[in-house]
């Protein structure tokens, strides 16, 4: 089994930055592919940035250049560094992980952590 814990949430102004943390535990060494989700309200869930154990990434078209996604694979955490953040951005951000070589979401969640950006 794979549990994940979000945090870092909260609200900030446009402009600013806001960095989120995911700590996995559980069956870890079967983790091959870590991301971010986020839903607003009315909305799908859409993938924001997701990598693999080898550093690949993948980015939503919207975060390209504002957001970053990194690995600690020492802390067992990924991590989502959100630079200009804009009032779009406003949504429950998700954790994801995946046991297989793919860029769909996989089956294990966290439970999600409240980003608001608003001046």
């Known amino acids: 089994q794979v549990q994940l814990a979000e945090s870092g949430g909260g609200l900030v102004q446009p402009g600013e930055s806001l960095r989120l943390s995911c700590a996995a535990s559980?069956?870890?060494?079967?983790?091959?592919?870590m991301g971010w989700y986020r839903q607003a309200p009315g909305k799908q869930r859409e993938l924001v940035a997701a990598?693999?154990?080898?550093?690949?990434?993948n980015y939503a078209d919207s975060v390209k250049g504002r957001f970053t996604i990194s690995r600690d694979s020492a802390k067992n955490t990924a991590y989502l560094q959100m630079n200009s953040l804009k009032p779009e951005d406003t949504a429950i951000y998700y954790c994801?992980?995946?046991?297989?070589?793919?860029?769909?979401?996989?089956?294990?969640w966290g439970q999600g952590t409240q980003v608001t950006v608003s001046s």
């Open positions: 994801n992980a995946n046991r297989l070589i793919t860029w769909i979401a996989g089956d294990y």
């Open positions: 990598i693999t154990r080898g550093g690949s990434t």
């Open positions: 559980g069956s870890i060494f079967s983790i091959y592919v």
